[in-house]
């Protein structure tokens, strides 16, 4: 369900809590993650509603893709459900669901974060 300016009413992230109370405040900028966890909850939200920026500012610099903002992100993939399987205090192991063509698809990933001046940042994949 969605809210004013095409905005989801529930978070995307699959917290059951409201976008803005949620991941909006992270996306905008108006706080930080305060976890790993957090963050990477954040940017899957991100990648579902097109925040190109907040995976930017949340990507550390040695590994975020060169092209990120110019090219945008891959349209072709409707994010549709993550699920957290476990997660320590820098890595976060996830399921990203998602549809290409009507046909539904698995992202899995184990991502590993780090702090950089104070804010958690998304490095890489460990698998």
């Given at each position: 369900m969605t809210g004013p300016l095409g905005r989801p009413t529930t978070c995307p992230c699959g917290s059951a809590a409201s976008y803005d109370s949620c991941c909006g405040p992270l996306h905008r900028g108006a706080r930080q993650a305060g976890t790993a966890v957090e963050l990477m909850r954040s940017r899957y939200s991100a990648f579902?509603?097109?925040?190109?920026?907040?995976?930017?500012?949340?990507?550390?610099?040695?590994?975020?893709?060169?092209?990120?903002v110019e090219d945008g992100l891959d349209t072709s993939r409707t994010w549709t459900g993550l699920e957290v399987l476990g997660h320590g205090e820098d890595w976060v192991d996830?399921?990203?669901?998602?549809?290409?063509?009507?046909?539904?698809?698995?992202?899995?990933?184990?991502?590993?974060?780090?702090?950089?001046?104070?804010?958690?940042?998304?490095?890489?994949?460990?698998d």
């Open positions: 579902v509603l097109g925040e190109v920026d907040h995976l930017f500012r949340t990507w550390h610099p040695r590994t975020r893709p060169a092209g990120l996830f399921d990203a669901h998602y549809t290409v063509d009507g046909v539904a698809g698995v992202q899995h990933e184990r991502s590993r974060f780090e702090q950089r001046a104070g804010r958690w940042v998304y490095v890489d994949a460990l």
